[in-house]
């Protein structure tokens, strides 16, 4: 009789993990996913009705095939779960030539091949006017192929499906800790110990306090809904696609349209400053007039016709690393255990393709695209696992220079 209670456990149901686990089970691998909460849930970074889908990936040039390959799989999640996940509206990408937002995108799309439309400012005030106070230096770019993913459904399409292809799904279950043994892992839960060949740790935010030593950093990051004036039908979502737009500072703006009882989703990244990192445990999700004050202060100008206070606000949370790449492998090359974190603020779109890599990394198959530049390794500052297992394998590797300054986030 095995002493192991699966072959592999994927601990977090998020969008990453709740993907993994179908993808794993899908290949017929004896998984099991354990969530601390149910899925579709509002604590982590997985929720909030919409999340931008762009092929244009500003932040890696590794990342436009796994975007291209994480659509099919979204359409794929979509038509076998009967749900619809992905509205293909388009995207707005505003900002200087130059800048972070619409260089990076137009590098990408050259490089790749992926059409997109160029707006000259005069364009832009015509087809989307609700964009005020252009720059000198500001253009569009019209992303023909970006759109809208619906996170909480995608999670639990993902996981009802995973469960149809035979995994075993545990919630409302912590991990407390992992400790590597002798040919596997063990994980202490609130229900029990549980001995599994590998480990999925997909556990978003809390990646950094259930294993310290890595250089992760949790922040939290508001998400507000505004009212527009009674009768202005130009937010709504059909008028107002998704955008990202960058402001004089490096600021960028970030949203979609209003849909049905919701109003104008926004949202405010600030460069230059710290955001401030907190623990998911503690951190009080209970809104306060600083989560939107910023977002406020400039919405005026930018987007009139908006009422200036949230008519909803959620807090999200999102994980950084140094370098702004995501963090997907297995540290120190351990065939135990596979680490999936360090979101950035954009992993939700490549959710599905990621759950594809760690399938691949799961069942020995060499991944579709090279995966150093995600490698746990280099976000790995010191050995904080135990290995009771002796197998010499480091589970994290020393990277001593991980800690430079953390870039900031994207869609
Ligand atoms: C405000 C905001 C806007 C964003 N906008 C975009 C966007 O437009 N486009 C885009 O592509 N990306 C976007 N992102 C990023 C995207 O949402 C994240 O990359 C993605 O949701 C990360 O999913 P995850 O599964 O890694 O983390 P999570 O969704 O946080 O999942 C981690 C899961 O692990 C569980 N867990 C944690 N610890 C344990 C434990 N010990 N035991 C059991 N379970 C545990 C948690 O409960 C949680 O369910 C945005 C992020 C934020 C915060």
Not at 78 to 99: H, K
Not at 212 to 221: D, E, W
Not at 372 to 396: I, K, N, Q, T, Y
Request: aromatic content about 6%; hydrophobic content about 40%; glycine content about 14%.
């Amino acid at each position: 009789m095995s002493t192991w209670d699966a072959e592999v456990a994927v601990v977090g149901l998020g969008g990453w993990g709740a993907c993994a686990l179908w993808q794993i089970a899908s290949r017929g691998v004896d998984a099991l996913g354990i969530e601390q909460f149910h899925p579709g849930h509002g604590w982590g970074a997985s929720h909030g009705g919409s999340r931008m889908f762009r092929i244009t990936c500003l932040e890696h040039p590794e990342l436009v095939p796994l975007a291209r390959r994480s659509l099919e799989l979204w359409h794929e999640l979509a038509d076998l779960s009967g749900t619809s996940l992905f509205e293909n509206r388009g995207g707005l990408l505003i900002g200087p030539e130059d800048g972070r937002i619409v260089g990076g995108t137009l590098r990408a799309a050259l490089h790749h091949g992926i059409p997109v439309e160029h707006m000259t400012p005069a364009t832009l005030r015509e087809r989307f006017g609700q964009h005020a106070e252009l720059g000198p230096d500001d253009i569009a770019v019209w992303e023909p192929s970006a759109g809208i993913l619906r996170p909480e459904d995608a999670v639990r399409a993902a996981t009802q499906l995973a469960r149809s292809a035979g995994a075993r799904v545990v919630t409302g279950t912590r991990v407390h800790s992992v400790e590597l043994v002798s040919g596997g892992v063990e994980l202490e839960t609130g229900g029990g110990l549980l001995r599994v060949r590998q480990a999925v740790m997909t556990i978003g935010s809390w990646l950094a306090s259930l294993l310290p030593g890595l250089a992760l950093t949790p922040l939290r990051m508001p998400i507000t809904w505004f009212r527009p004036a009674t009768g202005d039908s130009r937010f709504e979502l059909d008028r107002f696609p998704v955008f990202m737009r960058e402001l004089p500072g490096a600021e960028v703006l970030w949203g979609n349209g209003s849909e049905k009882e919701h109003g104008v989703k926004l949202g405010l990244e600030v460069h230059g400053r710290a955001p401030r990192p907190i623990d998911p445990d503690t951190d009080d999700r209970c809104v306060v007039s600083e989560d939107w004050a910023e977002l406020t202060g400039v919405l005026g100008r930018y987007l009139p016709g908006l009422e200036p206070v949230p008519s909803q606000v959620s807090v999200c949370m999102l994980t950084t690393t140094p370098d702004g790449q995501f963090v997907i492998g297995r540290p120190g090359g351990d065939p135990r255990l596979i680490l999936a974190g360090g979101c950035n603020g954009h992993g939700f779109k490549h959710a599905s393709g990621i759950g594809e890599l760690l399938a691949d990394l799961v069942t020995h198959t060499p991944p579709p695209m090279p995966l150093d530049f995600v490698s746990p390794d280099r976000v790995a500052l010191r050995c904080s696992m135990r290995d009771a297992g002796g197998e010499g394998l480091p589970a994290c590797a020393t990277a001593p220079d991980a800690r430079v300054r953390a870039s900031p986030p994207a869609r």
